[in-house]
């Protein structure tokens, strides 16, 4: 399971969209609480 932040999640959102495409569980976080899975 992989947890990024929003600003990351945004900046590198291609390449977690892959690596969700091959199974792998990621959390976003804003301010330190999940946000999405």
């Given at each position: 399971?992989?947890?990024?932040?929003?600003?990351?999640?945004?900046?590198?959102?291609?390449?977690?969209?892959?690596?969700?495409?091959?199974?792998?569980?990621?959390?976003?976080?804003?301010n330190?609480?999940?946000?999405?899975?």
């Amino acid at each position: 399971m992989k947890t990024v932040g929003v600003f990351e999640a945004k900046t590198h959102f291609s390449a977690l969209v892959e690596e969700a495409s091959k199974g792998e569980t990621i959390t976003v976080t804003k301010n330190g609480r999940a946000v999405a899975q």
